[in-house]
């Protein structure tokens, strides 16, 4: 199913009407785009696997370096607990009755000693042990022989876990440490009366640092040791921005027994694995760069897409050269062709190419103009018969109008009105005086407008439905058109609009002129005609004579595009007053020369 769907996608692209330069850069594309599509997909899936990797063994190194730090803290509880059974430590609680001094002196080097000794066994963890004894008050520790006793502040501290920091002000240059506090009650490590043991252990952040800077020796993380509400431990060469903005990630967590995301920080990806220290209750914070691990997969990524970048930019300089070469004279071509095609013979190709196309374009420039000539005879024939008809149409005189007329003016001298009598002969003769002058082909449209008057007067003395009113502008007056181009329009407007029905006898006419265009309407208010035979006599206006074309509207639209050009025309649609409207559109002569003379640049 798919293989046919990709021929068929290959059929539309070749077998359609596209340009060859269309067409080779559709390609260009489609070949493009599964080869990225297939690429991106295999370089995720690689990346997605490295990340996938990556976070197993970070999770793995964290976990073993948890469990590092739960042994030496495991081997300390140990040693604690061994130590209160210690018979020099219960003689120093005052278990047994002491002899002599020199035999506590003895005592408490011999606690001393051993407690020094398992610091030293423990050099990379080292731990300050300290023995407080309730009965004497006194206390013995490996860093010193002699210890303050406060028994508040052993009741404050002995909770049986470790605390960080034991509640007490220090000086700015000393660091907190993690404190163990255990009396030697059985099985109640975390309770003390008047006879207990107390036993404290100690460590400070510095044995956590050794550990996080062994841990990124072998790795490319920044570890730290994290608990929300306190300073955190860094590692000797953490980077303390990057450090700030995972602390202020972290604050907004819930953290649980491990965690594993991947955040942005700064515009660059890091993966974040954080393993929880079950005897501190801090966490173990890995923060690894992704972007610098997965920088040589995403450097081999970008340069396959510059490679593929210069690939596509050669193809489509080619395809860009074919089109200047071959495609771009073709197409001159057939433009050139179409414009002959419709008429138009002055068109002339030019073109700065050297090649067999210059050829071509010369002798098509040869041909257009011979045609061009030859036209041009054709026209001028054409012209001078359309001439002879015109004035042969405006010798004619309409036998029956003029009958009608005078058996008008028969009768009203019959019935004595001789006002109405002497208006009929002004008018009648007013309008076959302008019929009948055959000097000149044009006229100005005020001549045009006072032709109607003395008809729509002559027709409104025979019909005494027939109202009109003229709007039309001074400037709009004085321009030429040809001669006789309202009177067929108008002539239809009486007998097809007002003569068709005993209800109508309104004909208004207005001109306007906008956008360098005359713009003249003719409305009626007769019963006019549908929408399909609007669109029918439209659409017959530029077609050739037919014989049921109505020959005054065709001749009228014919004559008007050949003084004004193929802008002018004649419309036909229904009226604002619910007749039939002609529309008359002229291009105004100085717009109409700017016009030809862009167009001529153009073609130049």
Known sequence: MKSGSGINIFKNIFGSKMSLFAKMNALIIIFFIPVIILFTYSNGVSSNVIVKELKASNIKQLSFLSSQIESRISQTMDFMTTFSRDPNVRKFNGINIWDDRYDRMQTRYAIQEKMVLQSGVMNIWPVEFTVYSQLNKEGISNISTMVDYDEDYLKRNITGRWIYGDGQELDK?????????????????????????????????????????????????DPIFYLN???????????????????????????????????????????????????????????????????????????????????????????????????????????GLQRVQRGDFSVRISSNVNNEFAFLFYRFNDMSQQIQELIDNVLNEKLR????????????????????????MINMAQLKDEEAVVSMGHNLSAYYRYMTRLERPTASLNEEVQLIINYLDIQKLRNGRIQYHIDIPEEMLKGQIPRLMLQPIVENAVIHGVGKTYSSGEIRIKGVMSDGYCKLYVDDDGPGMTEEQYAALNHSMKQPLQ??????????????????????????????????????????????????????KGEQ
């Not at 008047?194 to 990124?216: A, C, G, M, R, W």
């Not at 002879?388 to 005078?406: E, G, M, R, V």
């Not at 020959?551 to 039939?580: A, M, P, V």
């Open 385 to 408: 018969a359309r001439e002879a008809t015109l004035k042969q149409l405006q010798a004619q005189i309409n036998p029956h109008f003029l009958y009608n007329c005078i058996g008008y």
């Open 547 to 600: 014989d049921n074309t109505g020959y005054g509207f065709w001749n009228t639209n014919q004559r008007l595009i050949h003084q004004f050009g193929e802008s002018s025309q004649l419309i036909f649609s229904k009226s604002d007053i619910g007749g039939f409207r002609t529309k008359i559109i002229w291009q105004l002569p100085s717009t109409v020369d700017q016009h030809q003379q862009s167009h001529h």
């Open 173 to 221: 240059n000393v660091q907190k440490a993690f404190h163990l506090f255990v009396s030697d009650s059985f099985g109640d490590y975390d309770a003390i009366d008047n006879s207990n043991l107390v036993i404290k252990s100690s460590f400070y952040p510095d044995n956590i640092q050794n550990i996080l800077d062994t841990y990124k020796e072998g790795g490319q993380g």
């Open 229 to 335: 509400g306190e300073a955190p431990i860094l590692n000797r060469t953490a980077d303390p921005e990057l450090i700030n903005k995972l602390v202020e990630f972290l604050d907004d967590k819930t953290l649980e027994n491990s965690m594993q995301e991947v955040v942005v920080l700064d515009k660059q990806s890091y993966l974040i694995s954080a393993v929880e220290s079950s005897s501190l209750g801090w966490f173990l914070v890995d923060i690894v760069p992704l972007d610098q691990i997965l920088g040589p997969i995403s450097f081999s990524r970008n340069l396959f897409y510059f490679a593929m970048g210069l690939i596509f930019i050669v193809g489509i300089s080619l395809s860009v050269l074919l089109y200047q070469n071959i495609q771009s004279p073709i197409r001159k071509l057939i433009h």
